[in-house]
């Protein structure tokens, strides 16, 4: 589970996934199965149950998409293992945001599109279809099929991304925020492999998060079918946001650097680099997720809020 987030956008989805947590023992399995994985057996005696009931509470957190079941092989035949998908839920409110999105702008980068990058092995790029170039070559970064990468890594270095700066004539950046799915990396995967990752905007560094780990002990998501078992399957979805007060990470403040710092409105464009500096405490490298890989349907995404300036 390691920190996933279940983000829930479409109102159906939302409708069935509060219908699954509207039940007391739904919410105490999901209880007992934020420690460990468990049988239908342990859950009914954790939770003083009968197994049957179990059966039918688990289906229908299942069909809602917050647990999974396999079988595996026990003392007496197979058995039903349970365990939870998220331990975070993300909600999107249905209904008209266009007045409230009236001064925003957002724009989806390919994780693929970058424009400069300085890396170093353990490297590597794919897309949904296969490798692109050769594993551990750095070269493979400049193969032009790198546009359709849906997931890349690097032990140390940086990948820059150029984004359009789309402010109307008269106005003033009041917030912008950062979002991607995003790991540290290692050879094969590593849950336990901190890693410090920086992220400059306009050549400012705003912060540095700390990656816990490699994680690729639950597939991700969307990967494709022929994606190694053995490698790296997802990221951790993680939200950077500057403001007149400083920068946040996931609502936590990690630096003072301000809009004011990273001067959005003096060019064109936008500039995001995101990379593990090779004197950092942990260079434990950086794995980037496209909208076709990992556990998150979406790209890097830049959006910003803006004021027209008062004359």
Known sequence: MKGNILELKDEEQIIDVFKALGSEPRMKIIEVLQNEDMNLNQISQYIDMPASSVTVNIKKLEEAGLIETEYKPGNHGSQKIC?????????????????????????????????????????????????????????????????????????????????PNDLPKGSQASKLELSMEICSETSDYDEDWPSDISIWINGVEIGVWTSPGDFGEKRGILNPDWWYFDQTQHGLLKIWKVTEEGTYIDGNKISDVNLADINIEENDFIEVKIGVKKDAR??????????????????????????????
């Not at 353990?122 to 997931?151: R, Y």
């Not at 909208?291 to 008062?310: S, T, V």
């Open 83 to 163: 365990s939870l998908n998220y331990d975070k839920i993300l909600i999107n409110l249905p209904g008209s945001r266009d007045l409230k999105d009236k001064n925003l702008i957002e724009t989806s980068m390919p994780i693929g599109n970058y424009k400069d990058f300085e890396v170093t092995p353990t490297c590597g790029l794919a897309s949904e279809k296969g490798v692109i170039g050769e594993l551990d070559d750095v070269k493979s970064f400049l193969n032009p099929n790198h546009t359709h990468a849906q997931i890349l890594w690097f032990g140390s270095g940086y990948i820059k991304y150029v984004f």
């Open 282 to 311: 942990n260079v434990g490298g950086v794995n980037l997720f496209g909208r076709k890989f990992g556990n998150y349907k979406q790209d890097i995404m830049l959006r910003y809020r803006y004021n027209f300036n008062k004359k």
